[in-house]
């Protein structure tokens, strides 16, 4: 079993920057895959990145690739998402989540059904 806490959102203007954390419990965290999700008000949830421990290797959305950093703390057991150079449209819930099907392509950690565990969720608001 795995439990995720979000923490870190907020209001930011265009242009700064944000640390997101992702806080885990349980002992298959350690060898799980990461991701992160976030869905804005009247939209769908959409994929921003993954962090795969096993096998390694990152993937980022296409709109936040060279904007945002995802990175892990082993021994704290959280993952960051470090968010710079936002813009309004950055603005939603952020959501983390964790799956343990570590043998998936990468590519496959895009889909919200290749994890089981998520988090509550955290807003982060980008003023322009």
């Known amino acids: 079993q795995v439990q995720l806490v979000e923490s870190g959102g907020g209001l930011v203007q265009a242009g700064g920057s944000l640390r997101l954390s992702c806080a885990a419990s349980?002992?298959?965290?350690?060898?799980?895959?990461v991701g992160w999700f976030r869905q804005a008000p009247g939209k769908e949830r959409e994929f921003v990145t993954v962090?795969?421990?096993?096998?390694?290797?990152?993937y980022y959305a296409d709109s936040v690739k060279g904007r945002f950093t995802i990175t892990r703390d082993s021994a704290k057991n959280i993952v960051y998402l470090q968010m710079d150079t936002l813009k309004p449209e950055d603005t939603a819930v952020y959501y983390c989540a964790a799956s343990t099907r570590t043998y998936l392509l990468l590519k496959s950690y895009t889909s919200g059904a290749s994890y089981e565990y998520w988090g509550q969720g955290t807003q982060v608001t980008v003023s322009s």
């Open positions: 349980g002992r298959t965290f350690s060898s799980a895959a």
């Open positions: 962090l795969r421990t096993v096998g390694a290797g990152t």
